[in-house]
T-cell receptor, first 111, second 117 residues
């Protein structure tokens, strides 16, 4: 399967701490996206990083991409209780003509 | 102006019945995607449409699953002879265009929670 793996599966931190989630994938990709999902329903796009980029920032989010290791990480700085959600990486695999989502990291930020 | 909408939001059906799930994408979005998400798991890609055309249907889990899109707008996902393992949340997303390499932001609907008894 081309489904990405994410770790940790679950992460519990205190408000104000940083949260880091990792995504590994299995094949060459052109872009990688991160999404957030609240309460098991619709997902919200957070950030896209292209294969020729190594790092990208958006507000309190920082995404890195290491194509040699086929991995990406999402860092949320100064976390808030409202950041509590599941986070997924997503990428398109040309050979399989499909989007693949990682297995997700469930983040719990305690107030 | 509205986002992606899906109906029904919840569907409970008996094993063996057919169900039809509907997705209304954002107006003007040419690409549309269907996913399945089992409880506590990631998203499983089912099918995408470029306009009215679905270039690759191989992601559909079985021949009981079919999807259509008419007029570059509404799409329906039909599951025939439902089985208990079909129970999941079915998510629809749309994006402005379809670009090779997966560079398009997908906007997701709230999903339809299907329960097969």
């Amino acid at each position: 399967s081309q489904q990405g793996e994410e770790d940790p599966q679950a992460l519990s931190i205190q408000e104000g701490e940083n949260a880091t989630m990792n995504c590994s994938y299995k094949t060459s990709i052109n872009n990688l996206q991160w999404y957030r999902q609240n309460s098991g329903r619709g997902l919200v796009h957070l950030i896209l990083i292209r294969s020729n980029e190594r790092e990208k920032h958006s507000g309190r989010l920082r995404v890195t991409l290491d194509t040699s290791k086929k991995s990406s990480s999402l860092l949320i700085t100064a976390s808030r209780a409202a950041d509590t959600a599941s986070y997924f990486c997503a990428y398109y695999v040309n050979n399989f003509n499909k989007f693949y989502f990682g297995s997700g990291t469930k983040l719990n930020v305690k107030p | 102006g509205a986002g992606v909408s899906q109906s029904p939001s919840n569907k409970v059906t008996e094993k063996g019945k057919d169900v039809e799930l509907r997705c209304d994408p954002i107006s003007g979005h040419t690409a549309l995607y269907w996913y399945r998400q089992r409880l506590g798991q990631g998203l499983e890609f089912l099918i995408y449409f470029q306009g009215n055309s679905a270039p690759d249907k191989s992601g559909l889990p079985s021949d009981r699953f079919s999807a259509e899109r008419t007029g570059e707008s509404v799409s329906t996902l039909t599951i025939q002879r439902t089985q208990q393992e079909d129970s999941a949340v079915y998510l629809c997303a749309s994006s402005l265009v379809w670009s090779s390499g997966g560079a398009d932001t997908q906007y997701f609907g709230p999903g339809t929670r299907l329960t097969v008894l």
